[in-house]
């Protein structure tokens, strides 16, 4: 289907971009494209302009600090992110970028974009969620940063608000992680998914089972422990044409165990 006529705009600042998108309440910022455009074509949406952000040259960076916090700009591709020597401090965000689509999405995707469209089945909000990631946020006054805890806030609902735009991905270095997911085929979006980390303590996020990553704490890395902890949670996934409600609590356990014997094996 044929897009409708909308307004276009390819600013080469991000003050630039802050002041379309401030200055027009119906305008949407346009990053990789992969989704948007589909939900425009679907007509599932339709904003009245675009604010193409390709030519923003500081928000496509990957650093890496003295103190070894990963920055990673939200324009970063999945590709770039997966070949980028400085996000190998963090060597799970390249694993689980490789497994996102197929390589013209990977080509075309961001990072900044795949958090801020928020969709459960995505695989990089539990991820980052799990990772302790930190999102910088840009707005007429000035930066803020937020944790993932407060940047999720329902599906395609995060922190960024109108007129402002995510920046930056902090993530602190570390190699004890995991990800699993049960997806829709091999290059397929995630019916359910969980990340984990041993960096500092246990802590697992789930996807696909509410509108936000689900956040857990076990006791200990043993599976036990680890399945315990889901069904301590309640979970009340949604059920589709892919998975129950009831399967996807099950297959919540099954991925929980999974990451987590992953970030230990990556801790060895």
Known sequence: ?????????????????????????????????????NVMKARAGSPDGLVDL???EELKG??????GMLEIGAMATYTEIMESGEARARPILGAVCAQIA???????????????TNDPTNHLPPLLAALGAQFVIAGADGMRTVSA???????????????????????????????????????????????????????????CVDAVPVV??????????????VEGANLDPPSDVHASSEYRAHLAQVVAVRAVNQASENRS
């Open 1 to 37: 289907m044929l897009l409708r006529e909308v307004g276009y705009a390819r600013p080469g600042s991000l003050e630039e971009a802050l002041e379309l998108l401030r200055s027009d309440d119906g305008a949407r910022a346009l990053a990789g494209g992969q989704t948007l455009i």
């Open 54 to 56: 390709s030519r923003i």
């Open 62 to 67: 990957i650093e890496l600090g003295g103190n």
């Open 102 to 116: 197929d390589v013209q999405v990977r080509n075309r995707g961001t990072i900044g974009g795949n958090v801020c």
């Open 149 to 207: 805890d407060e940047f999720f806030l329902g599906v395609y609902m995060t922190a960024v608000g109108t007129g402002e735009l995510l920046t930056t991905i902090r993530i602190p270095a570390g190699r004890a992680d995991g990800f699993s997911a049960v997806t829709l085929g091999a290059e397929g979006t995630c019916i359910v998914s969980a990340a984990a980390s041993l960096n500092g303590g246990l802590k697992i996020a789930l996807g």
């Open 216 to 229: 857990l704490h076990p006791a200990s890395a043993d599976a036990d422990a680890v399945r315990a902890a």
